[in-house]
């Protein structure tokens, strides 16, 4: 805790700049002593006296009197504050209202469990007004301390004029936007009930905010994020025993690099909200919490600040470093943190490009979310385990799960949700489970199906620049994470583009080998059923390949289990939320509307994973459920609609006519035209013309694969409904 005086915010000191701009770093040289059961201190600071002993009573006058905050004792009757919702809240009530439930109770409930304050965020056009200072002249200087503070202290240019600095080696500074700046009110209210449950400030948003994102486009194009959160206290003369309310501030426990993703769920640090204290933290990496105020309201100002943290690097004067310049080469980062007796029981690595064009260029900039739906499943941490330890650079991959879990079960919900009690360790100092992990855990009896389940996998999504969404029970190659970016590059546009297809199989415990199939699969019209068509995947030939640049291959469906996509796309097409009990007919369903808007699918020239085919024994069945198969019968139906043109998220850039005529699919008569399976190759392109003309089929209701081989070699030959097991 800092006390000592600055130009612009009173006590904001060298140890705050680092604990802002190296929060991992600073977490292993600035141990507490178990206070509060704060092990170690990083990524926010409290900086007490800051604007002044007056300050926050003028601060809190000038907001009353403005209509913002009621004042009895004034005579201010009424205010502008209202009950805040988060995304979160209003995906759930969605929830309960397709089920039926239109109880206000548990709407109400809902919003409670997550917070319960009220509050209202200050128009950015109202502060942009030449009036503003004089209207708010208390909350103006608020807001343009923080301002000029950030950018005077860990600002570009203050950063690069520091010749103290003996190295710009892994130095950092804040790039931010002061025309995205976010400011809110807020007031929990002293019943001792209304409190904040644990969460981040990239995580769900209010959506009282003008923007309803924590990513926000700069002028430049590019994406800036909330970088960092200022709460601010003005209630005067807080009492810490009897008015309770603090800010709980958790802190990743950072002890070895051996051990690094190891988080203690006991790091933290409660924080009294007196009058002119103003804590800053990371609104990327720090978790906090809000308890009930016990006896009095509990008023905050909240400044969010906009931007990315920019590394300097010691040859090119800023950016991220490249790769060449950290030691590392793509082709072979898979290898450094892995035991060698690991090496030899990998999948062989995809081929990559061991080098970029500029600095700006570096796909190891470029970070990657991954949406993972889990059922009861077993194989889910050994998937994340996989995705990190096969990928080129770690740390840019951000995994959201959905736990789907017998949450009455203690033993399952810790055996499913966390890598201890699932005995999986990942092996890599580079990738934080603090920092680069989210999850939602719900119980499976809520659990309506892949669609739900994947659409609130995307909400996790905090601005990653590429998305990923796959199965909980896969397994990757080594360099996934730079052949998907560099083969989506290859397009002709990147961001209209989606790779996509079913896997091959693998079976648990150790995954994939080294004689692992890497052919490519490309997915093909089967055969109806339920009026849905129903896709197969097909196994291509070593030398079937594309003389073009984009040796991807050109296909018309989608794969539920594996795509890969730029983020953009996820305002085009999210998933559906209400195409509940659909199993069969999701995949259809986005390829239609990817497709009339324009978006072109394609498979990999090579295979980029492995899928676990064998049917989960924990995922029930409930097909004699009169309200589930009313659920289901109604999203077939939308699909169906859908199919005819008509219906929500169908495009307009290409028609669905074309789309059925291309794939050679009549959906009215249920009728497929010859040739269609081939999908436009020739039929020599395919494993199974080698099969004496054998009939590939395969009749299997849980959608296992079908494998068929020779003597010369292993054939696999995808031939089942790809679905997931959520």
């Known amino acids: 805790m800092t006390t000592s005086t600055s130009s612009s915010i009173q006590g904001w000191t060298p140890k705050t700049d680092l604990l802002l701009l190296c929060p991992i770093a600073s977490s292993q040289t600035n141990e507490r002593h178990h206070v509060n059961g704060n092990h170690q201190h990083c990524g926010y600071d409290i900086i007490d006296h800051a604007f002044g002993k007056n300050f926050p009573t003028s601060l809190l006058h000038e907001l009353q009197s403005n209509g913002w905050i009621d004042d009895p004792n004034r005579g201010i009757i009424g205010s502008r504050l209202s009950p805040a919702r988060t995304k979160m809240d209003v995906d759930l009530v969605g929830l309960l209202q397709s089920f039926g439930s239109t109880t206000s109770m548990f709407n109400d409930a809902i919003g409670i469990g997550i917070r319960g304050d009220l509050s209202a965020f200050i128009p950015r056009h109202e502060r942009m007004k030449d009036s503003f200072p004089m209207q708010y002249p208390y909350l103006h200087k608020l807001i343009s301390s923080i301002e000029k503070t950030v950018c005077s202290r860990i600002g570009k240019q203050t950063i690069l004029d520091n010749e103290s600095l003996p190295s710009k080696t892994n130095t950092s500074y804040v790039e931010i936007?002061?025309?995205?700046?976010?400011?809110?009110?807020?007031?929990?209210?002293?019943?001792?009930?209304?409190?904040?449950?644990?969460?981040?400030?990239?995580?769900?948003?209010?959506?009282?905010?003008?923007?309803?994102?924590?990513?926000?486009?700069?002028?430049?194009?590019?994406?800036?994020?909330?970088?960092?959160?200022?709460?601010y206290y003005v209630t005067p003369e807080w009492d810490q025993e009897l008015d309770g309310g603090a800010l709980r501030m958790f802190s990743p426990s950072i002890r070895d690099d051996?051990?690094?993703?190891?988080?203690?769920?006991?790091?933290?640090?409660?924080?009294?909200?007196?009058?002119?204290?103003?804590?800053?933290f990371r609104s990327d990496i720090i978790e906090h919490q809000v308890f009930p105020s016990l006896r009095r309201d509990r008023i905050a100002i909240t400044v969010w600040l906009y931007g990315k943290v920019v590394q300097l690097g010691p040859k090119k004067g800023e950016g991220i470093l490249s790769s060449d310049e950290l030691g590392l080469q793509p082709s072979a980062l898979h290898l450094n943190c892995l035991p060698k007796e690991t090496e030899s029981s990998l999948p062989p690595p995809l081929p990559i490009a061991s080098h970029t064009t500029s600095c700006e260029d570096q796909v190891q900039y470029k970070s990657i979310f991954v949406a993972i739906p889990s059922y009861r499943d077993e194989e889910s941490?050994?998937?994340?385990?996989?995705?990190?330890?096969?990928?080129?650079?770690?740390?840019?991959?951000?995994?959201?799960?959905?736990?789907?879990?017998?949450?009455?079960?203690?033993?399952?919900?810790?055996?499913?949700?966390?890598?201890?009690?699932?005995?999986?360790?990942?092996?890599?100092?580079?990738?934080?489970?603090?920092?680069?992990?989210?999850?939602?855990?719900?119980?499976?009896?809520?659990?309506?199906?892949?669609?739900?389940?994947?659409?609130?996998?995307?909400?996790?999504?905090?601005?990653?620049?590429?998305?990923?969404?796959?199965?909980?029970h896969m397994r990757f190659r080594p360099g996934w994470d730079e052949y998907l970016i560099q083969q989506l590059n290859k397009t002709e546009g990147?961001?209209?583009?989606?790779?996509?297809?079913?896997?091959?199989?693998?079976?648990?415990?150790?995954?994939?080998?080294?004689?692992?199939?890497?052919?490519?699969?490309?997915?093909?019209?089967?055969?109806?059923?339920?009026?849905?068509?129903?896709?197969?995947?097909?196994?291509?030939?070593?030398?079937?390949?594309?003389?073009?640049?984009?040796?991807?291959?050109p296909c018309l469906l989608y794969a539920g289990g594996f795509n890969f996509f730029h983020s953009s796309i996820l305002e085009t097409c999210p998933?559906?939320?209400?195409?509940?009990?659909?199993?069969?007919?999701?995949?259809?369903?986005?390829?239609?509307?990817?497709y009339t808007h324009w978006i072109d699918l394609y498979a990999p020239p090579q295979t980029v994973c492995y899928h676990l085919w064998k049917r989960n024994s924990l995922r029930t069945r409930v097909d004699n459920d009169p309200y589930r198969v009313k659920q289901k019968e109604m999203s077939l139906e939308v699909v169906r609609t859908q199919l005819r043109g008509l219906g929500e998220g169908i495009g307009n850039a290409r028609s669905v006519e074309q789309f059925t005529e291309a794939l050679g699919v009549d959906f009215e008569n249920q009728t497929l035209a010859k040739g269609c399976e081939d999908a436009g190759l020739h039929s020599t392109a395919f494993v199974s013309s080698l099969l004496s003309g054998s009939k590939i089929e395969n009749n299997s209701e849980d959608g296992t694969e079908a494998r068929t081989s020779d003597e010369m070699r292993s054939v696999l030959t995808l031939v089942s409904r790809f679905i997931s097991e959520t």
């Open 494 to 553: 990147p961001e209209k583009a989606v790779l996509t297809t079913y896997p091959p199989g693998y079976d648990p415990p150790h995954g994939p080998g080294p004689t692992a199939e890497t052919r490519a699969t490309i997915l093909v019209p089967w055969k109806f059923e339920d009026g849905i068509l129903r896709q197969k995947g097909r196994l291509l030939e070593h030398d079937y390949k594309h003389s073009l640049p984009n040796d991807n291959i």
């Open 258 to 280: 051996a051990n690094a993703n190891n988080v203690d769920p006991e790091s933290y640090f409660d924080v009294v909200p007196y009058a002119d204290r103003l804590v800053v």
């Open 177 to 231: 936007d002061t025309n995205l700046t976010s400011v809110q009110i807020a007031k929990y209210t002293g019943d001792g009930k209304a409190g904040y449950a644990r969460h981040c400030d990239r995580g769900a948003v209010c959506l009282n905010e003008s923007s309803n994102s924590s990513k926000i486009e700069h002028s430049n194009g590019s994406a800036m994020e909330r970088i960092l959160t200022f709460v």
């Open 575 to 594: 998933y559906d939320s209400k195409l509940h009990g659909l199993f069969f007919g999701e995949e259809i369903s986005m390829a239609v509307r990817l």
């Open 381 to 472: 941490w050994p998937t994340i385990k996989s995705l990190v330890e096969m990928s080129c650079f770690p740390e840019r991959i951000y995994i959201g799960v959905i736990f789907q879990v017998d949450t009455a079960s203690e033993e399952e919900t810790k055996r499913f949700t966390t890598a201890v009690g699932s005995g999986v360790t990942v092996q890599s100092s580079r990738w934080n489970e603090a920092t680069n992990f989210r999850s939602i855990v719900m119980d499976y009896r809520h659990a309506t199906g892949p669609c739900y389940a994947r659409h609130l996998a995307q909400t996790l999504h905090r601005g990653e620049d590429y998305v990923m969404q796959i199965d909980s």
